[in-house]
Structures are given as C-alpha cells and as structure tokens.
C-alpha cells in the first residue's frame, strides 16, 4: 500500500513511525514533511494548506490511503477533496472538522447537548465584550473562535490582562480572522487531561490518556507553547473517571455530531479538567494532539493502519485496539528564544541509539546535514515499566541531543509523579 501523509511536525514523524511497521506498506509520501521524517518517508514540498497542490500531487502518484494529521487542511476540506478522488482518507471531512475550528460551535453544541463544560458567553463586538468583562468573574478566559495553532487562549488573571486579551485579539487581529469572533468562559480548576480517541461516527475508543506541559518555563511558567511534552498516561485519569467521561461525554459528543448531521470520522481530542464536580471539556480537537501523540501511540500495540482503515470504513467496533501496560514520556527540545523569535539553521548531532525515539518537528536538511528550522524542534519519547523510569530516560536521552541553543523543560511529569506518590500514600 502506497500512503500519503498530510503534515510535517512531530506528530506526523509519529503516525509515519507507526504505520511504517504494517507490512503491506510499500511507500509513505509526507507532504511536506521535515528533514527528519525524511528518514522515514518520501518528502514532497507541498504545504499541508495547499489543497491544490496536495490534489496535483494525489492525481499524479498512486495513493492507496491517506491520513490528513493537522487541523488547517481538516478545516479546509482536505479529506473531502481527497475522498472526491477515490482516496479512502484518515480524518473528518469538514463539516465535522468544525468542532475545532470553531469554538463558538464548539461550546454551542455542549450547551444544546447537555455536555459538561465552561459557563460562556459569545461576542463578535468588541464594545458589548469589554462591558461584559465589568462584571465577569476573575480570573476568566478569553479565546479566539477559529484556529491559532493552539495559541488562541488567554487565561487573565487580572480584569485589566481580560481587557487587554480581547483587544488583542478583536481589534489588534493577533490570531488574525480567528479572533473576530471570541468566547469568554468561566475559569476552571482542577488537573487537566487528553484524551485521544478513535471514532467511526457510531462506536468511540480511547487511547491512553496523556498530560500536556503548555507553558515554556519549568513550574507552569511564562508563555504558552504548542506544548514542551507530554507523559502517559495520566495519573489523574482514573477508571471511574474514565466511565464518567464515556457516559457523560465522549459517547453524547458522537451522537450530538450525528445529530447535527456532521458524523465525526478520524481522531476525535478531549481537553478535559476534573473539577471537583466531575470532568468538563476544555477543548475538542478534530486530529490528534501535538505533542501527546508522540507518547499515546509508541504505547498501541495494535496496527495504527488497520484500526485507521476500520473507522474510515465504519468497522471499529470489530476492530481490537490495544495499548501496552507501561509508561511514556516525551521531553520536547526547542530552539533558544521560542516562543518568541528564534534563529535557525544549527546543526544538529543526535545519537545513533536515540534517533530510533526522536520525533522530529522543525527540523531541515542541509548539505546532507539536519539543521534546525522550527521553534519546537523535536522530541525524544522513552517508553518503561512505570513513569518515574520513563520520564529518567527520556530525559537521559534528549540530555545527548545536541544544537545550539537547545532549551527543554526540566520538570516533564512531575506533577504525574506527585499525582502517583497521592494515590500511592492513599492506599
């Protein structure tokens, strides 16, 4: 089977790992890919946007199956183009894709369905927005409506920083159309988890739960990222929390969707917060997540490409998947300055024994040399017995990683661990 593969980061290095060990695989095609995906696949210079270009270049190569990974082209109707072509793809069509794209549809549709979340209020005028804020509970949260490459929340400590945000967004266009249109939500508290799922549009499977670190700095701290690492799984993600999610959340959000006439087909992300109450959603996402992808799926032991062709064809419910009883860490290293600017172009020296657990995201090649091109420039997963020794050797490997300027978190998983140590004092 010929594959191509829509996107280019970390996340896509991952899925490309997994379906590279299905022996039916003949050829993987990432469009674009990076200089280290190219290890693993054919690299074709088309942005993940360029639906034009993606459909020139399906039309004129044979493709047996296709995964679309990241959100913009999900949103644009990526797989709705391809499956016009007689490609079978990963991924919702765009009609569905909305519940990221949209975060106005999004909490709407939990409102209608009765699905636990955020109190809110919606605006697309800055005037009645910033009234609002007068009298709204603080700290609060402001997002942009549409896609912002994971950026477009604030959460505002202060009324003078929710000011500030819906400003930012609705009149200086930080997040650009995306933030013409805002929600401002109701703060909540309580330890955060995703969940990835598959889902066929009529049965939904969890993967393993994650925790993301979005903030660049240790503790919590500074800017928010496209995410510094992720472990698996969540300690916080009990088993009579997993019920709750399932009944009061995952299963209502398939049929809601159903309902609406948009079936959800692909990988469908749960942001959730266990708050005192219960889980609630922070966020759905129509893809997997960057990058806890690169911790839930080196655990599947199941073929990723067969359980992928069972929800495109509507048969998950006859289709094992199966996660292994361990842990996973992935430590992310990142180029000096990101999240703000940052250079580039400095080689990169990774080990032979630890390439095989490197997922590279912003990353070029350059007289036959990797070189850094990109804020988050890869991650390094390490998969144990337990997290304590998954979190010690992904830390021992990515410390053997080597560019200038090279940043990482040093706290990945600790909170996992604190988490673990509760529930081990406990019982």
Known sequence: MRILV????????????????????????????????????????????????????????????????????????????????????????????IIEASKVFAK???????????????????????????????PTVIKADGLALGKGVIIAQTREEARAAVVSMMQDKQFGKSGERIVIEEFLEGPEVSV????????????????????????????????????????????????RCMDEIFLPTVAAMNAEGRPFKGCLYFGLMICQDGPKVIEYNCRFGDPETQVVLPLLESDLLTVMR?????????TEVKFADKSACCVILASGGYPGAYPKGFPMD?????????????????DGQLVTAGGRVLGVTAVADDLPKAIEEAYEMAG???????YKRN???ARALQALGSKQTEE
């Open 6 to 97: 829509i996107g280019g980061g970390g996340r896509e290095h991952a899925i490309i790992r997994k379906i590279k060990e299905n022996p039916e695989v003949s050829a993987i095609y990432a469009l674009p890919g990076n200089g280290g995906i190219a290890a693993d696949a054919y690299c074709v210079d088309v942005k993940a946007t360029d639906l034009e270009g993606i459909k020139a270049f399906a039309a004129g190569h044979p493709v047996d199956y296709a995964v679309v990974a990241p959100d913009d082209p999900l949103a644009a109707g990526c797989v709705d183009m391809l499956e016009g072509m007689g490609i079978p793809c990963f991924g919702p069509r765009a009609n569905a894709a």
């Open 108 to 138: 709407d549709l939990m409102k209608k369905y009765g699905i636990p979340t955020a109190r809110y209020e919606t605006f697309d005028d800055m005037g009645k927005a910033l009234a609002y804020l007068e009298d709204a509970p603080i």
């Open 196 to 243: 990835l799922s598959f889902t066929d549009g009529k049965t939904i499977v969890p993967m393993v739960s994650s925790m993301d670190h979005k903030r660049i700095g240790d503790g919590d701290t500074g800017l928010n990222t496209g995410g510094m690492g992720t472990i698996a799984p969540n300690p916080y993600y009990t088993p009579a929390i997993a019920k």
């Open 310 to 318: 069972a929800v495109t064809e509507e048969r998950l419910d006859e």
């Open 350 to 366: 990774i080990p032979a024994d630890v390439l095989p657990h490197t997922y590279v995201a912003g990353a070029a090649m350059k």
């Open 400 to 406: 053997r990683v080597r560019f200038e300027g090279a």
């Open 411 to 413: 706290d990945i998983g």
